[in-house]
């Protein structure tokens, strides 16, 4: 199986876990930031994992712009991760996750699990206890069937 990671990340956080989950995923994986990456190569993949920040609700502005150039993704897997606030007042702006999930399903990709939030203790981090576990542990179990 070959699986494409892609993420932003503004203090590293995000970058942390989307390596713990590039590791963790069965078969050949890579792990590429969103300016590494082309929107065009998505679609040559098994399974790709999208994975941004919640900033105000939603991903950052790097990663709306390279899911804006994202090509139609029919037939192909996705999951989706975010990092974000344990505070429960953040809940009401929604998550990253959520939103980048809205984009794929509308470029035609499927979900092959719900979304997942990993939590930071503040805006620069660090990751809560065991997140990196629990995003290794996410991952291990994805199958783009
Ligand atoms: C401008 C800004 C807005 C943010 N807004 C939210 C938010 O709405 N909800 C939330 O849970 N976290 C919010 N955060 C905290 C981020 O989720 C946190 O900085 C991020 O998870 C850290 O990941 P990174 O190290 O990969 O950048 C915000 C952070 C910044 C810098």
Sequence with gaps: MKTLVVYDSLYGNTAQVA????????????????????????????LVIVGAPTQGGRPTEA??????????????????????????????????????TERMESLGATLVTEPEGFIVEGKKGPLGGGELERAGAWAKDLRPD
């Design 19 to 46: 390596e713990a989950i590039g590791a963790a995923v069965a078969g050949e994986s890579q792990v590429l930031r969103i300016g590494e990456a082309k929107p065009s190569e998505l679609g040559s993949f098994e």
């Design 63 to 100: 990663m709306r712009a390279f899911l804006a150039r994202v090509p139609a993704l029919e037939g192909v897997k996705v999951a989706v991760f975010d990092t974000r606030l344990r505070a429960k007042w953040v809940k009401v702006f929604g998550y990253a996750a959520g939103k980048i």
